[in-house]
């Protein structure tokens, strides 16, 4: 009776102090493999809205005219996030424009570092410490010829059985002299998370 | 003779530890959540909101009341003007939310705490953020990101929010049919007993036509959707606000004019029926302001003790006190606040009241409430007649003393949320307003920049000793 008493202080004091410690197990994995952790917006989807729009960019007999003897400067606009999470976005148009650029059809100025670009202009100006000479003069860049952007949209309907998310991306270019939207396309995902109906 | 009460002082550690993953606290065990909170709520309302983040219990991720630290925290980081730390705060509440609902529906883990429960209390139970709570969590995240320039997350957060709301109607209808059914199968309880001695919370509850649906996360919504030129959006956020508030005038405008600007002919034939004619007051390159005014603390649960007859299995009756929380219906000192804008006085007009919601959700808690009370009776009973035979005096001694420390009721709630908030609209010329606002002595000057066609937010918290306020041209 004693021996089963101690065991079971034992037992209890073992669960009592590992509490819930999971021990942590850190692996590498592959980028590019489907990952489905949960319902969220996740790597995949960013992975297969930015292939999908690059591809069909790239594909449209639109783009191949207008890449066809030179290469159009664009700027990335952003995309709205209209969903019910928080999404990084940039990260979605950095995908798109990297792999447009890795294309060699379009050359992009990159908006979000305009400021950057000014100081440094203005220490090769002003700092004192380049050669004036030699400084890169203000006013020689490049006007972008197309706008890309974007809006990015959910519904979101669950209970108590069933979660279901479905996510549209829509991307167009924009000519900045006429105004035309010279592409379009979306892309759609759908997801569903049933849930388990025993666990811990 | 000892031996047997050391088994089962072990029996309750092992039911006590088995939860594992979501411990209680000591002092959870006896002592109510209200009564911890209070000094908090103290220093609130003197407007120390750094010494009352201090003084809010830490509680680790394992806690059972872990997301209510961090609903806590989060609002008084919100109030203190320490954005940046709300928002984390409130983002990890609402993650663990999130992680809440994907739970599956049958949980080991649940079972061991409802077994916890039932030879404790039911803070043993981890806390479930009612929907009222959830919606004004979004709410105040997305002004914590509007604060911080970022407009696209605070409607994100609004998204959510509505999300929650549209839950909010299916869920709690459901969950009170299931309570009541599978109430009836399990235990057997004087029903007329209980709903005679416990309060009718009806004048807490007051008219609300719809008592889960929170008309300040909607008008929130609707105010940001219209500063953004989502006008549709904005449409149908400030129609479910009027829906649930039908005789606030500035919602009733604020519909007229959308629906005007939308060209709804037949939604404004309609509303002009039910509000009278709608005429535009906007002069052009007028600006608007749109104050809403949080008013003191929401009031916390009560803890409420009943006399029960239960029947045991020999038909004998015998009389139990229950520990239930409630709502009184205290009179509070709420003062008349007096707002002048350039010494025109207007009039504050009630968006949500708090307090409602909170009884209202009580209200659909209570059949379970009950039933976790009565089996945890006739479970300590249990314990303390085997005690007592095995034990002698001491154990029955021992038992009956830990039965009366350990019987609390369930006081969680979020309990720095206001009590009321109050909104106000109206259409100035650009340029510099000056706003006053007098209550029950206090005064506040604030100053505000008005630009052409634009709206202007004014968000004022006024507590029992403190006045606190924000602006932003939206």
């Known amino acids: 009776m004693k021996k089963i008493i101690v065991s079971a202080v034992a037992g209890v004091a073992v669960l009592a102090l590992s509490g819930c410690a999971n021990k942590a197990v850190v692996s590498y994995g592959d980028a590019t493999a489907v990952e489905t952790t949960d319902i969220n917006f996740g790597s995949t989807d960013l992975q297969k809205v930015a292939t999908q729009m690059t591809d069909s960019l790239l594909l449209s007999p639109v783009v191949g005219t207008l890449t066809a003897n030179s290469r159009p400067v664009v700027f990335v606009e952003r995309i709205k996030n209209k969903t019910s999470e928080h999404i990084d976005t940039e990260s979605i148009t950095d995908s798109v424009s990297t792999k447009l650029l890795r294309s060699g059809k379009f050359r992009f100025v990159d908006m979000g570092r305009v400021e950057a670009a000014r100081e440094q202009l203005n220490f090769q100006h002003n700092g004192g410490m380049v050669n004036p000479n030699k400084a890169i003069a203000f006013g020689k860049q490049v006007g972008a010829q197309y706008m890309l952007y974007g809006n990015l949209s959910s519904i979101v309907k669950s209970n108590k059985d069933k979660a279901d998310v479905y996510y549209k991306f829509t991307l167009r270019l924009m000519d900045l002299q006429s105004g035309l939207v010279e592409w379009a396309d979306e892309t759609e995902i759908r997801k569903t998370r049933e849930t388990a109906s025993l666990g811990w | ?474």
């Open chain 2, 1 to 474: 003779m000892l031996k047997p009460l050391y088994s089962k002082i072990l029996y309750l550690l092992i039911i006590l530890t088995l939860p594992g993953c979501a411990t209680m606290q000591f002092r959870d065990l006896f002592s109510g959540y209200a009564q911890q909170m209070e000094p908090v709520k103290f220093q609130a309302n003197n407007g120390q909101f750094k010494q009352a983040i201090a003084s809010t219990p830490e509680r680790s991720v394992s806690d059972t009341n872990y997301v209510l630290a961090l609903l806590e925290k989060g609002r008084l980081s919100h109030l203190s003007g320490d954005y940046p730390t709300s928002i984390k705060l409130f983002s990890q509440a609402s993650h663990y939310i999130d992680e809440q609902k994907l739970k599956a529906k049958l949980q080991v883990s649940k079972g061991f705490q409802n077994v916890g429960a039932i030879v404790s209390n039911d803070s043993a139970i981890t806390y479930v953020v009612p929907d009222y709570e959830q919606s004004m969590m979004h709410s105040y995240q997305a002004l914590n990101y509007l604060y911080q320039k970022n407009t696209e997350a605070a409607l994100v957060e609004i998204r959510k929010a509505n999300l929650v709301q549209r839950a909010a109607l299916e869920n709690n209808f459901d969950a009170i049919n299931d309570a009541i059914d599978s109430l009836e199968n399990e235990v057997e309880v004087d029903w007329q007993s209980i709903s005679d001695t416990y309060p009718e919370m009806e004048n807490i509850v007051g008219k609300a036509k719809n008592g889960f649906q929170n008309a300040y996360t909607f008008y929130i919504s609707g105010v940001l959707y219209e500063a953004s030129g989502e006008l549709n959006d904005a449409y149908i956020d400030y129609k479910k606000a009027l829906e649930i508030y039908p005789e606030n005038t500035y919602l009733q405008q604020d519909v007229l004019k959308i629906a005007k600007k939308l060209g709804m002919t037949d939604d404004l034939q309609k509303f002009e029926k039910r509000f009278g004619k709608y005429t535009s007051k906007n002069v052009k390159n007028d600006g608007q302001i749109v104050v809403v005014y949080e008013q003191d603390l929401v009031e916390a649960r009560d803890e409420m003790v009943l006399r029960l007859p239960v029947y045991t299995s020999k038909d004998d009756m015998r009389f139990y006190s229950l520990a239930l929380p409630v709502y009184n219906n205290k009179q509070q000192v709420s003062h008349v606040a007096n707002f002048q804008l350039d010494s025109k006085a207007l009039k504050f007009s009630q968006i949500v009241k708090v307090e409602a919601l909170a009884a209202q959700t009580l209200k659909s808690q209570l059949p379970g409430l009950i039933t976790r009370q009565v089996l945890r009776l006739i479970a300590k009973e249990k314990v303390r007649k085997k005690m007592s035979k095995e034990a002698g005096d001491v154990g029955n001694i021992l038992a009956n003393l830990y039965n009366l420390a350990s019987e609390r009721a369930d006081t969680r709630s979020w309990l720095t949320l206001p009590q009321s908030t109050n909104i106000l609209r109206t259409y100035v010329k650009e340029g510099e307003h000056h706003l006053v606002l007098n209550i029950g002595g206090k005064h506040k000057k604030i100053e505000v920049d008005v630009k052409p066609n634009r709206i202007t937010l004014v968000n004022i918290t006024a507590m029992s000793n403190h006045i606190g306020y924000k602006t932003i041209n939206l």
